[in-house]
């Protein structure tokens, strides 16, 4: 079976776009949860879907956003991009909405300049 | 205070010898620990989790947990060059509206394991 899988993996854009990221989970994982990771620290918490409804959200502006679709692929968006927005960014794929293992995949290199 | 703390390290341990990693937590609440192990521009891979007081063995890896005192360790036996990696510790903390659940990570522990 295939992990997680997240498109692309490398990106850079300039302040003040939009990004869009996506992120495929493992076949018969039902939640997507998404990561913040900077240089040095462990992952930030963003956003957890289950069935295509929010569950949670971290600490993050309302320039992010989420959604999850029918087939519980999901993609984040990131409107107005700031050069502190630079980081890794995570999906963690897990088979229910629980405390239960969740499994990332490979990120996504963004780059604000 | 922070709510997963790690020493950042390194730890430096020669090839062969047992490394010990260590985690404190700060909610009481905190439901399930997993261990994950992150090389250098790679994503964390998941290698132990714990729900329950007590050891959890698999493979070179041993899991301990204890929630009174609010500490979780990993033991690796017989490191490996191959060891060397940021180890992450993640408590799965339910969130304030009851209906979902966050890991929250400490920094991590960055082990060299030395020939």
């Known amino acids: 079976d295939a992990g997680v899988t997240q498109s692309p993996t490398h990106l850079i854009k300039t302040r003040g776009q939009h990004v869009t990221l996506r992120c495929s989970p493992i076949s018969g994982h039902k939640s997507v949860s998404w990561y913040q990771q900077v240089l040095g620290q462990g992952p930030q918490f963003i956003f957890q879907?289950?069935?295509?409804?929010?569950?949670g959200r971290g600490n993050f502006p309302d320039r992010f956003s989420a959604r999850q679709f029918p087939n519980y692929s999901s993609e984040l968006n990131v409107n107005a991009l700031l050069l502190g927005d630079s980081a890794l960014y995570l999906c963690?794929?897990?088979?229910?909405?629980?405390?239960?293992?969740?499994?990332f995949g490979q990120g996504t290199r963004l780059t604000v300049v | 205070q922070k709510e997963v703390e790690q020493n950042s390290g390194p730890l430096s341990v020669p090839e062969g010898a047992i490394a010990s990693l260590n985690c404190t937590y700060s909610d009481r609440g905190s439901q399930s620990f997993f261990w994950y192990r992150q090389y250098s521009g790679k994503s964390p891979e998941l290698i132990m989790s714990i729900y329950s007081n007590g050891d959890k063995e698999d493979g070179r890896f041993t899991a301990q947990l204890n929630k009174a005192s609010q500490y979780v360790s990993l033991l690796i036996r017989d490191s490996q060059p191959s060891d060397s990696a940021t180890y992450l510790c993640a408590v799965n903390i339910l969130h304030l509206t009851g209906t979902a659940s966050k890991l929250t990570f400490g920094t991590g522990t960055r082990l060299q394991v030395t020939l």
């Open positions: 963690a794929s897990s088979r229910g909405q629980g405390p239960t293992e969740a499994f």
């Open positions: 879907y289950y069935e295509k409804e929010e569950r």
